[in-house]
């Protein structure tokens, strides 16, 4: 199985980026996927995680209302829509896929596969 994120970068307080994650290797449709996080000196963070159908949908508090995770069973490809962002969201993201199908988690020990990261930079 391979995880492969793009579309991080730089942008400036209250931009958007969209971070895409495309998955190959397994039946997509039926895994659930998730984001973290990683700022310099900090744990993994949760962010984001939606189900296998697309029908169940978990945030971390902080960006809830900004950020809009979405799958795309079609392309084999996971989404993550950043609006609103601001100089605490920077940080190294990654896309995972659980170990189960049907698995939903915002837990690290829960994912068994790992995209390589992608930057996001946000200035003030």
């Known amino acids: 199985v391979q995880l492969q994120a793009s579309g991080g970068g730089l942008v400036q307080a209250g931009g958007s980026l969209r971070l895409s994650c495309a998955v190959s290797?397994?039946?997509?449709?039926?895994?659930?996927m998730g984001w973290f996080r990683q700022a310099p000196g900090k744990e993994r963070e949760f962010v984001a995680a939606?189900?296998?159908?697309?029908?169940?949908?978990y945030y971390v508090d902080s960006v809830k209302g900004r950020f809009t995770i979405s799958k795309d069973n079609a392309k084999n490809t996971v989404y993550l829509q950043m609006n609103s962002l601001k100089p605490e969201d920077t940080a190294v993201y990654y896309c995972?896929?659980?170990?189960?199908?049907?698995?939903?988690?915002?837990?690290?020990?829960?994912?068994?596969?790992w995209g390589q990261g992608t930057q996001v930079t946000v200035s003030s």
């Open positions: 290797g397994r039946t997509f449709a039926i895994y659930g």
């Open positions: 995972a896929a659980p170990k189960k199908p049907f698995d939903t988690s915002s837990y690290p020990s829960s994912y068994e596969y």
């Open positions: 939606i189900n296998w159908n697309g029908g169940s949908i």
